[in-house]
């Protein structure tokens, strides 16, 4: 759990602003899954990638979202102009290559970036 | 859409075993059994996963019946750390691990 890791962990941004929430994979995974969990409410996935490659975004709003895994450095969860709806905890998590969503493996969460938009 | 029924809530008294079922009758014979926990808004946690045989690791143990239609996932010795939400998940299904409302278990002193 502690191998992924997320920045910042708390992040306050303007209505109008944009939020780049950050998630380094633990050492040797290649696949990523972002979730958000609104306040009292349970967690829901967005999206998962792979290197460079979005895999499934099924659970992305279709507008102001997007997210990317480049083939050097983390993976960015990006927002822009925030509204006060985007308020919540962002986790993202990570599991090993070669052992996607189709076959046997367990993904390790990070502590996540907590967003709260004022 | 979640494939697990769970409890919403079970207390547990410190230093006994909680026992949290989990029923999952539409699981496909190429599906595990994943359980998670939360605490308190961190992120979550993986515990232990099976196919059909029972499983033990230093955390938890899973008992998964025959028919693979419902799991129990044992805390021998709970402690008040234990205090969690706890996520029964049947993977793979899509391309996520699906949370559902999970048990929220509370370990009583």
């Known amino acids: 759990n502690a191998g992924v890791m997320q920045n910042p962990r708390h992040l306050v941004r303007r209505r109008g602003q944009e939020a780049r929430l950050r998630c380094s994979p633990m050492k040797g995974h290649s696949h990523v899954y972002w979730y958000r969990q609104l306040p009292e409410e349970g967690l829901k996935f967005m999206v998962y990638l792979q290197k460079e490659n979005i895999i499934d975004e099924s659970g992305m709003p279709k507008e102001r979202f997007s997210a990317e895994f480049p083939k050097e450095g983390p993976s960015i969860l990006r927002i822009q102009q925030v509204v006060r709806g985007d308020s919540a905890a962002y986790f993202c998590?990570?599991?090993?290559?070669?052992?996607?969503?189709?076959?046997?493996?367990?993904?390790?969460f990070g502590q996540g970036t907590r967003l709260t938009v004022v | 859409d979640a494939k697990t029924t769970q409890p919403t809530s079970m207390d547990c008294a410190e230093g006994r075993a909680a026992n949290l079922p989990c029923n999952h009758s539409?699981?496909?014979?190429?599906?595990?059994v994943y359980w998670y926990r939360q605490i308190h808004s961190q992120g979550p946690q993986y515990i232990i996963h099976?196919?059909?045989n029972n499983e033990t690791n230093e955390m938890a143990s899973l008992i998964i019946t025959e028919d693979r239609k419902s799991s129990t996932l044992i805390l021998p010795h709970a402690t008040l750390r234990d205090t969690a939400v706890y996520y029964c998940i049947v993977h793979p299904t899509g391309n996520q691990f699906y949370f559902g409302t999970g048990t929220s278990l509370t370990v009583i002193p």
């Open positions: 099976g196919l059909k």
């Open positions: 998590a990570s599991s090993p290559p070669g052992r996607g969503p189709n076959m046997n493996t367990e993904a390790f």
């Open positions: 539409t699981i496909s014979g190429n599906e595990y």
